[in-house]
């Protein structure tokens, strides 16, 4: 189906440097979820945003619904080699419709 | 266990066989998803349940692919005559309602080879 469009689509960082990655969509959302997909395993949710505005905190992580509904992003700081993954965006507005960005790769050298 | 669980976690299989997936989805939860994932790539949508009906199956790729839920938790997905295009992992998801305001929980796939 319909995908969120998510940037960047790689990120090759260094141990110690802080990360942000963002997603956009052309349509209003009220729900951005934010999933880190390991290699061999499912995506697992981090955060849940529901509300405009709405900036959320999970440990070294950070979330943002933005104000115009239709974007959102991620801030991960003092990244460490477990941050390796993929990382998805996910939108919906009152229906059932989830769609997914198509992720961003992260490596962490360190 | 308490997540959704999902098998084989990998199947190997010949092209043009049937092969069948299975997915435990949290108990209680009504919506379950499934997705197709290649390598390197974004989700792809295939199918929703919402109980036992599927609303939604605008994601299935061909009339190759089916998938059926029974008693409102375990769903399969069956694909038929398979080709070798069809390799990727398979995900299924569930959430308590299918809401878009409920977040989806992943199992961690079945990884699907065709040789």
């Not at chain 1, 507005?93 to 490596?107: K, Q």
């Not at chain 2, 349940?49 to 409102?72: I, M």
């Amino acid at each position: 189906g319909q995908q969120l469009n998510q940037s960047p689509q790689s990120m090759f960082i260094q141990e110690g440097e802080d990360v942000s990655m963002n997603c956009t969509s052309s349509s209003i959302f009220n729900t951005w979820l934010w999933y880190k997909q390991d290699p061999g395993e499912g995506p697992v949710l981090l955060i849940a945003l529901y509300k405009a505005g709405e900036l959320t905190s999970n440990g070294r992580l950070t979330a943002q619904f933005g104000t115009t509904r239709k974007d959102s992003f991620l801030n991960i700081s003092a990244s460490i080699p477990s941050d390796v993954g993929i990382y998805f965006c996910a939108g919906s507005y009152n229906n059932n419709d989830m769609r997914f960005g198509a992720g961003t790769r992260l490596t962490v050298k360190p | 266990g308490a997540g959704v669980s999902q098998s084989p976690s990998n199947k190997v299989t010949e092209k043009g066989k049937d092969v069948e997936l299975r997915c435990d989805p949290i108990s209680g939860h009504t919506a379950l998803y499934w997705y197709r994932q290649s390598l390197g790539q974004g989700l792809e949508f295939l199918i929703y349940f919402q109980g036992n009906s599927a609303p939604d199956k605008s994601g299935l790729p061909s009339d190759r692919f089916s998938a059926e839920r029974t008693g409102g938790s375990v769903s399969t997905l069956t694909i038929q005559r398979t080709q070798q295009e069809d390799s990727a992992v398979y995900l299924c998801a569930s959430s308590l309602t299918p809401s878009g305001s409920r977040p989806q929980h992943f199992g961690d796939g079945t990884r699907l080879s065709i040789l």
